[in-house]
């Protein structure tokens, strides 16, 4: 089982609907997918049409006192299901707090379902607290969307930082320009930077599109009902670009 957590330290860069619509074209490669809506706000949720609220209660499910299994929920869409939101998940750091071992509590949770799913995409809450740190430790890459502005660019450095003072590869951070808007100066240089940008960024970028706020009418993936515009597009380009690289990382992992 991959688990790609979609993270960012800045809210508003679209980060759900990346983790949406990777989601989606997971499962709908043949995948058996889920997405995990880690945020309380729950927006991935109401991409679903899933009231979040976590069958069982947030803390039981999580503490593994309930079978996580049954806190699943599916989707419209074939292969996709839903592990969904639960506003309980703001108290997460102290949750995990008062674990023995708070960062590896989420892996331990996950390790529950790697029998039942190819790929987990989680949709994490703007933190660095100890809920991070545990998703940082479950993931296998974490994918930053990222704005190309200069605040955001910042915000990036700083997660640089924190992974250096920890002691994270950097490989396994992967970031992509996001809400891309080519007519602005300053985000035309920025995307053009190489050897300054904190980590190497993907070379997919998801332009600022109307069709991706649009989700929230049709309550659903681009790719369910703007397939062919750009940010359709954009994000099936993510989707291979990120397949391809875990491809390669297996493959490499297995000759050595």
Not at 46 to 62: D, E, T
Request: charged share 30%; proline share 5%.
């Amino acid at each position: 089982m991959t688990v790609v957590a979609c993270y960012s330290l800045k809210g508003g860069v679209g980060k759900t609907a990346a983790a949406v619509n990777l989601a989606y074209l997971s499962g709908r490669e043949g995948a058996r997918t889920l997405v995990w809506d880690l945020d309380p706000q729950g927006s991935a949720s109401f991409y679903f049409r899933v009231k979040p609220k976590m069958r069982g209660g947030f803390q039981r499910v999580i503490r593994r006192k309930k079978d996580p299994r049954r806190a699943i929920r599916g989707t419209d869409f074939q292969g996709l299901d839903l592990l969904p939101a639960d506003f309980a998940a703001r108290n997460l750091d102290l949750l995990l707090d008062r674990s023995r071992r708070p960062k590896r509590e989420l892996s331990r949770f996950l390790r529950a379902l790697r029998k039942e799913y190819d790929r987990v995409f989680i949709d994490c809450t703007p933190s660095i607290g100890l809920g991070a740190e545990g998703v940082f430790r479950a993931a296998d890459v974490l994918v930053v969307p990222t704005i190309p502005t200069t605040l955001s660019m910042e915000t990036l450095d700083r997660l640089k930082k924190h992974f250096r003072s920890k002691k994270r590869r950097p490989g396994a951070v992967w970031p992509f320009f996001s809400m891309v808007d080519s007519r602005k100066t300053l985000h035309r240089d920025i995307c053009e930077r190489d050897g300054s940008l904190p980590f190497k960024f993907l070379e997919s970028r998801i332009p600022y599109s109307s069709d991706v706020e649009r989700m929230g009418v049709h309550r659903a993936p681009v790719q369910t009902f703007a397939a062919a515009s750009a940010a359709g597009q954009a994000y099936r380009s993510l989707a291979d670009e990120i397949a391809g690289r875990l491809s390669k990382g297996r493959k490499a992992e297995s000759a050595a």
